[in-house]
């Protein structure tokens, strides 16, 4: 089912950009400050609303592989981690890191796109 226009993340950034456009500029001192922190989580969430969250059942299902953990397979991956199963020179090492990557980026192209420069 399509979504009805105008969609999430357009009327979170029409509303963002009235806030720094119109009502920051007003603001002074701690008013400004939280007034740019309601931007930047509103341009978070326009960004999370916006990205194809395809690659967290992906993520899953291999995080599900690597342990065999079907009931809770990120606490096993976490479990897996800490004990050193996956450490360097271990047998799925690279796998893991790859998919530890991976998972940041995605991360940090919702939260700080500017690391990834992408902002």
Sequence with gaps: MQREAPEGPNLLATARDALLQEILPKLNGTDAFTARMIANAMAIAAREAAQDDAWV???R???QRL???AAAPERAFAT???AG????GSAHHAEVAALLRQAARLRCAISA???LGKG
């Design 57 to 59: 059942a992906e993520m």
């Design 61 to 63: 299902a291999a995080i």
């Design 67 to 69: 342990t065999g953990d």
């Design 80 to 82: 897996a981690i800490r």
């Design 85 to 88: 199963t996956y450490d360097p």
């Design 113 to 115: 796109p500017r690391v």
